[in-house]
T-cell receptor, first 116, second 111 residues
Framework: GAVVSQHPSWVICKSGTSVKIECRSL??????MFWYRQFPKQSLMLMAT?????????EQGVEKDKFLINHASLTLSTLTVTSAHPEDSSFYIC????????????FGEGSWLTVV | GEDVEQSLFLSVREGDSSVINCTYT??????LYWYKQEPGAGLQLLTY?????DMKQDQRLTVLLNKKDKHLSLRIADTQTGDSAIYFC???????????FGIGTKLQVIP
């Protein structure tokens, strides 16, 4: 079946540096991918919609200059957390619709970011 | 906007059935999903149901949908300790691929 893969699974970075997280659809093409963020003991909040070949659409309250999204191909979207701060530490997860009729939303394994 | 609500916690004994409930507000929901998240892990799709269905069964899992009341439930038969996790209800509206999640129900299975 359709699989979405994220990398890295875990990353620790210093404050002020930038971190890139990749989201790949392994056996299907995804013109649209979604990036979510999950704080501890909370639900997943949509950050942005990643559109292949065009600019991402950000949800209200999400800083587009801080969370850079690039969707350069039909199988890859990247999220770059720029000038990371400890409050950016979170679980980031991407999704894409797969399957013949696009019924199923598949999620990546998620990426744990810790900013120290 | 869309809103999905779940209870926060459920505790059951091993071997019993678990029922996790969810309500949503968007009447244009087309697909409703149940995801499982184990500690430190990503989301695992358990099952989904199309909005014109009332019930879907998949091995130990039974999903019931009451579209009139916008109520979705997940029943896990013969609950095992390995079922302990957080279960997220989610809905998808119209032709969009955006999914709105509930806060998640933590299922604790007591041996």
């Amino acid at each position: 079946g359709a699989v979405v893969s994220q990398h890295p699974s875990w990353v620790i970075c210093k404050s002020g540096t930038s971190v890139k997280i990749e989201c790949r659809s392994l056996d299907f093409q995804a013109t649209t991918m979604f990036w979510y963020r999950q704080f501890p003991k909370q639900s997943l909040m949509l950050m942005a919609t990643s559109n292949e070949g065009s600019k991402a659409t950000y949800e209200q309250g999400v800083e587009k200059d801080k969370f850079l999204i690039n969707h350069a191909s039909l199988t890859l979207s990247t999220l770059t957390v720029t000038s990371a701060h400890p409050e950016d530490s979170s679980f980031y997860i991407c999704s894409a619709a797969g399957g013949g009729s696009g019924n199923t939303i598949y999620f990546g394994e998620g990426s744990w970011l810790t900013v120290v | 906007g869309e809103d999905v609500e779940q209870s926060l916690f459920l505790s059951v004994r091993e071997g019993d059935s678990s029922v996790i409930n969810c309500t949503y507000t968007d009447s244009s929901s087309t697909y409703l999903y149940w995801y499982k998240q184990e500690p430190g892990a990503g989301l695992q799709l358990l099952t989904y149901i199309f909005s014109n269905m009332d019930m879907k069964q998949d091995q130990r899992l039974t999903v019931l949908l009451n579209k009139k009341d916008k109520h979705l439930s997940l029943r896990i038969a013969d609950t095992q300790t390995g079922d302990s996790a957080i279960y997220f209800c989610a809905e998808r509206s119209g032709g969009y691929q955006k999914v709105t999640f509930g806060i998640g129900t933590k299922l604790q299975v007591i041996p």
